[in-house]
């Protein structure tokens, strides 16, 4: 079984982003997630190019770019040129479903679609063979360390299901509220790859942190 962390430089030290990113470079994380807010799809406002440049050149890791913005399509080749190797929008932002997802194949990404906790995953039958990746947010989207909403978790259990029964590939992401204390659930709920914020950035020593997440 695959098992992915991804930590999330919104909890990093925005002082020290070259510091923060290349420790998660030396680390066991296999992933950066960035979490890109534009204030009107969440109520909060993070970063955007500029800031994701000084990441992409501290680290060659996989760069999982999370957008919680409305009318994704108009951006998101501008987050592969500016490295990202996974863009991932969410499926309440857009009225072009279709036209994200190509557009984000054509710059050359792994397409990502990403559910807030009250959409359920039914939503997404139609659309799981056209993505590489579905995002499960585990909390409203908007804010580091809020506490894991447990209805997440039959959210995954659907979700690896309808892969098993479509026969498809695609990688559960699941984000916000996870921990060492958590990780083994979500593992075994069919997830391969977890985001964690707070608890990486958080510890006294995020390095193990994120390998008790892995060996959890
Ligand atoms: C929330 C973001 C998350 C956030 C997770 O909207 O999408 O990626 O950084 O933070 P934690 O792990 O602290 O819940
Ligand atoms: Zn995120």
Redesign the pocket.
Known sequence: MTRIISP?M??ADFGNLERDTKMIDRSAAEWV?I?VMDGVF?PNISFGFPVMKPIRKATNKVLDV?L?IVEPEKYVRRFVEAGADYVTFHYEATDDIEGCINAIREAGAKVGISIKPATNATALTDILSKVDLVLV?S?E??????SFIDGSLDKIRDLAKMRREQGLDFIIEV????SAKNAAEVFNAGAEAL?????VFGAADPEAEIINMLKA
């Open positions: 999330s919104l909890s997630h979490d969440v999370h919680m947010m909390v989207p908007g804010f580091g360390g809020q984000d916000g509220g996870i985001v964690a914020g707070s608890a």
